[in-house]
């Protein structure tokens, strides 16, 4: 069956400081994948999809960076983290037809 | 311009009475649909996922109804409990049958309150 696992679970970081969060996937082969970023009390926001390896899409402009080294592994950074980087961060995979998966977030906290 | 649109934004119901979530989109091509229920501070979980020629599919408590001609969908909680209070998030997925380029459009979640 396929699993998603996303680490760390919490990270509190001072600003100016480096980012990296990351995502693999198993039991599945070239997934989509995304992450997300969720402020408090608001939906889910887009902030990369990436249908292959190499293939990243930016959603929105901002202080991040997205990688995918490897077919499931996928990797949110920053050079230097801004207090409005604060939020949950959620990684998730789909195919075309099937559910997404949810990894369990991440929960950054910039001081 | 693809958007996923989920009302109300916020909801409270005693323990025990049923509601209704509602979801419009304008995603196109559309592939399916799907509700995902989302506690606070842990990943959304899959509820329901209906393609094109679905129109109700049940899990539960939890029908969900779609109407691929109105783009609309809705999320039904019969009965609810103390634990369904959540974050209700709707989700479309874009594009064709085959197609690698599939993504994701959210919308931005009914914040569900049960009371007891």
């Known amino acids: 069956s396929q699993t998603i696992h996303q680490w760390p679970a919490t990270l509190v970081q001072p600003v100016g400081s480096p980012l990296s969060l990351e995502c693999t996937v198993e039991?599945?082969?070239?997934?989509?994948l995304y992450w997300y970023r969720q402020a408090a009390g608001r939906g889910l926001q887009l902030l990369f999809y990436?249908?292959?390896?190499?293939?990243i899409s930016s959603e929105v402009p901002q202080n991040l960076s997205a990688s995918r080294p490897q077919d499931r592994q996928f990797i949110l950074s920053s050079k230097k983290l801004l207090l409005s980087d604060s939020g949950f961060y959620l990684c998730?995979?789909?195919?075309?037809?099937?559910?997404?998966?949810f990894g369990q977030g991440t929960r950054l906290t910039v001081v | 311009k693809n958007q996923v649109e989920q009302s109300p934004q916020s909801l409270i119901i005693l323990e025990g009475k049923n509601c209704t979530l509602q979801?419009?989109?304008?995603?196109?091509?559309?592939?399916?649909l799907r509700w995902y229920k989302q506690d606070t501070g842990r990943g959304p979980v899959s509820l329901t996922i209906?393609?094109?020629?679905?129109n109700t599919k049940s899990n539960g408590r939890y029908t969900a109804t779609l109407d691929a001609d109105t783009k609309q969908s809705s999320l039904h909680i019969t009965a609810s409990q103390l634990s369904d209070s959540a974050s209700y998030i709707c989700?479309?997925?874009?594009?064709?049958?085959?197609?690698?380029?599939?993504?994701?459009?959210f919308g931005r979640g009914t914040q569900l309150t049960v009371w007891p």
């Open positions: 998730a995979w789909s195919d075309w037809n099937t559910e997404a998966f």
């Open positions: 039991g599945t082969s070239n997934p989509n």
């Open positions: 990436s249908v292959g390896i190499g293939q």
């Open positions: 979801c419009n989109y304008t995603v196109s091509p559309f592939s399916n």
């Open positions: 209906m393609t094109f020629s679905e």
């Open positions: 989700v479309v997925s874009w594009g064709n049958r085959g197609s690698t380029l599939g993504r994701l459009y």
